[in-house]
């Protein structure tokens, strides 16, 4: 157990709000500054701030994560997931504090037919990708004691994503149209909490990257039928979901079409292996749920 506390950026969103949660429910003491106390694209914010006490760890879960808005936005999107990283690391180094940082499957093209490797090269499509790879340079040339997670597809019940975006379309539809030539990893964000919190517990911010999302892999149609597939069975409306092309629905910013990501590194490293995406998917779709009976019930 850590005696100082672990401060939390990005506590808002998705990963670092289910990381707080978690690692508070263990007994660690967590500090979740917003952006109006931490704004990471202000370095006089960040010094203040970070030099204001003594933490056992930085995790930084902030971040630009709108992909196709990075494209016309890059200045901030290169703030945000950059230049604020590197900050961080530089001055966490300085005061001797391990950061755990992550980073995207969208660092990759997706031309490779098979999952990809930490050792892969990356070659990023978009703004987004291109800031996160930069962003993890820094970290790595900045601080020694960093541990890099790459993940991908990113599922939670309350926060912004696919899945929610899928059961708010929902309803009231009778078919969905959803891109069957992408493939990746979905991946709940209380899994990787939890596996931030095994590289805490095992000291492993000693400057490695690894990837971690759930296990298996598919496409954004076959997520999202078995996201219906799950509302159904709660008696949700379950609309038919047909297949599209990329091409049949272009974005500003290019997908990678296949960003798999191998977490053989993680398991063989640090004995970390997470459970199928299609569990995970269940169980925030389950919570999705319950959320919604419970927020009608104060209506
Ligand atoms: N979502 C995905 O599918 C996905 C996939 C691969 C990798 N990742 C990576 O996983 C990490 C977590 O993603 P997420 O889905 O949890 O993101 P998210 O839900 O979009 O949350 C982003 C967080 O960053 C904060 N933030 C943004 N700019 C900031 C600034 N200048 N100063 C301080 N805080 C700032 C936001 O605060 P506000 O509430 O104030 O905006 C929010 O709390 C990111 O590094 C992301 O690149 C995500």
């Not at 939390?8 to 990963?15: C, E, L, P, Y």
């Not at 902030?62 to 961080?88: C, H, I, M, S, W």
């Not at 379950?238 to 053989?264: G, H, M, V």
Request: charged share 20%.
């Amino acid at each position: 157990m850590t005696i100082d506390p672990i401060l939390v950026t990005g506590a808002s969103g998705q990963v670092g709000g289910a990381f707080a949660k978690l690692a508070a429910s263990r007994g660690y003491d967590v500090c979740l500054p917003g952006r109006d106390r931490l704004d990471l694209t202000n370095p006089d914010s960040m010094e203040d701030f970070i030099g204001s006490n003594q933490w056992s760890y930085v995790v930084n879960c902030a971040a630009y994560t709108a992909v196709d808005q990075a494209e016309t936005d890059p200045e901030q999107a290169f703030a945000t997931n950059a230049k604020a990283p590197g900050a961080l690391a530089a001055l966490t180094a300085r005061l001797g504090i391990p950061i755990i940082h992550l980073s995207t499957d969208y660092v990759f093209d997706g031309a490779k037919a098979n999952a990809y490797t930490e050792s892969d090269p990356i070659a990023p499509l978009g703004i987004y990708g291109a800031s996160k790879a930069e962003g993890e340079a820094r970290i790595r040339r900045a601080n020694p004691d960093h541990a890099i997670l790459r993940t991908a597809w990113v599922l939670s019940a309350g926060g912004k994503n696919f899945l929610t975006t899928m059961l708010r379309l929902g309803v009231g539809r009778d078919n969905i149209a959803v891109v069957s030539d992408q493939f990746g990893c979905p991946t709940g964000a209380d899994d990787l909490a939890e596996v931030i919190l095994k590289v805490i517990m095992q000291s492993a911010a000693t400057g490695k990257t690894w990837h971690a999302v759930n296990g298996g892999s598919t496409s954004w149609h076959g997520l999202a039928e078995q996201i219906f597939a799950c509302a159904a069975d709660a008696g949700y409306n379950a609309p038919f979901i047909s297949s599209i092309t990329t091409e049949q629905y272009p974005t500003p910013a290019k997908r990678p079409e296949n960003s798999r990501l191998s977490t053989d590194k993680i398991q063989a490293e640090l004995g970390i292996k997470l459970r199928p995406w299609k569990d995970a998917v269940n169980a925030i779709v389950a919570e999705y749920m319950q959320r919604e009976e419970t927020s009608k019930c104060e209506d």
